[in-house]
Antibody
Framework: QVQLVQSGAEVKKPGASVKVSCKASGYTFTSYYMHWVRQAPGQGLEWMGIINPSGGSTSYAQKFQGRVTMTRDTSTSTVYMELSSLRSEDTAVYYC???????WGQGTTVTVSS | SYELTQPSSVSVSPGQTARITCSGDVLAKKYARWFQQKPGQAPVLVIYKDSERPSGIPERFSGSSSGTTVTLTISGAQVEDEADYYCYSAADNNEGVFGGGTKLTVL
């Protein structure tokens, strides 16, 4: 079955970077785009961006332009989301979601604290 | 960028019909999706392409669209439908956006 498995929780200091992975299985990896979505504690869902695993092209939300980088490794069917210059407001659960958003990863908690 | 606007909360009694709206200019041209999210869980897609229901989603969930507004309707809402609901859409450049979310209370 289609499955997305994300990397484990992270604790980072302000100013650092974090790289979250999302390993896909159960389908042809390069056939479907992948979204990244985050949710701060007690807040709503926030769309961060999307990557085409086939060619690697990306589209990012304006809010994260210059701070987010989404990449993929076709040899391991894994997509990555790296967020730099972290601040406390980036504390959130980060999700990857398949193209139609009918399959989601389990979420990765990123905590930014000094 | 663009916005999608939802009411912050909707409340119904069990068995009643719950309607949650989502408004935004992009909805006149682009499809919407609806997600249900319960505490501590990842979102679940309940409606796509404005009114299509994924397999496994109960028939009481339906969606409709009119102009710049889409509506999620839960006919005969049940206690287990109590959750946060989010609409989503994307522009031509693939830039997506979620509505602010609606807390549905069924009691």
């Amino acid at each position: 079955q289609v499955q997305l498995v994300q990397s484990g929780a992270e604790v980072k200091k302000p100013g650092a970077s974090v790289k979250v992975s999302c390993k896909a299985s159960g389908y042809t990896f390069t056939s479907y785009y992948m979204h990244w979505v985050r949710q701060a504690p007690g807040q709503g869902l926030e769309w961060m961006g999307i990557i085409n695993p086939s060619g690697g092209s990306t589209s990012y939300a304006q809010k994260f332009q210059g701070r987010v980088t989404m990449t993929r490794d076709t040899s391991t069917s894994t997509v990555y989301m790296e967020l730099s210059s972290l601040r406390s407001e980036d504390t959130a659960v980060y999700y990857c979601a398949l193209d139609g958003m009918d399959v989601w990863g389990q979420g990765t908690t990123v905590t930014v604290s000094s | 960028s663009y916005e999608l606007t939802q009411p912050s909360s909707v409340s119904v009694s069990p068995g009643q019909t719950a309607r949650i709206t989502c408004s935004g200019d992009v909805l006149a041209k682009k499809y919407a999706r609806w997600f249900q999210q319960k505490p501590g869980q990842a979102p679940v897609l309940v409606i796509y392409k404005d009114s299509e229901r994924p397999s496994g989603i109960p028939e009481r969930f339906s969606g409709s669209s009119s102009g710049t507004t889409v509506t999620l309707t839960i006919s005969g809402a049940q206690v287990e439908d109590e959750a946060d609901y989010y609409c989503y859409s994307a522009a031509d450049n693939n830039e997506g956006v979620f509505g602010g979310g609606t807390k549905l209370t069924v009691l």
